[in-house]
């Protein structure tokens, strides 16, 4: 069981920025596709970013373009997510997954962490 663990949230001002990672504690996901999504508050989960498992290929949402970077190192087993210029529209819990059968896509997510709180502040 791939077990995913999710850090690096906090409180932020507008205009900040913040890095989450997403720590594979298993070492099986290194040969999936990972990504992130988040859920704020009364709303779906939604899809962030995701990276192909040689971190070759990256995809955004279009929210999130020029201001987020999803990169991996699979030598640490470790996802992160430098998110830049912080708007108070990002707040959300933050989640990772790795995809259940793919290589370069998340299409279909599982294992999901337990989440990390973005709070940003206007």
């Known amino acids: 069981q791939v077990r995913l663990v999710e850090s690096g949230g906090g409180l932020v001002q507008a205009g900040g920025s913040l890095r989450l990672s997403c720590v594979d504690s298993?070492?099986?996901?290194?040969?999936?596709?990972m990504g992130w999504f988040r859920q704020a508050p009364g709303k779906e989960r939604a899809f962030v970013a995701a990276?192909?498992?040689?971190?070759?290929?990256?995809y955004y949402a279009d929210s999130v373009k020029g201001r987020f970077a999803i990169s991996r190192d699979n030598a640490i087993n470790t996802m992160y997510l430098q998110m830049n210029s912080l708007k108070p529209e990002d707040t959300a819990v933050y989640y990772c997954?790795?995809?259940?059968?793919?290589?370069?896509?998340?299409?279909?997510?599982?294992?999901w962490g337990q989440g990390t709180q973005v709070t940003v502040s206007s």
């Open positions: 997954a790795k995809d259940r059968f793919s290589g370069v896509q998340v299409t279909t997510p599982e294992n």
């Open positions: 298993e070492r099986t996901a290194d040969s999936y596709a």
């Open positions: 990276i192909s498992w040689d971190g070759v290929n990256a």
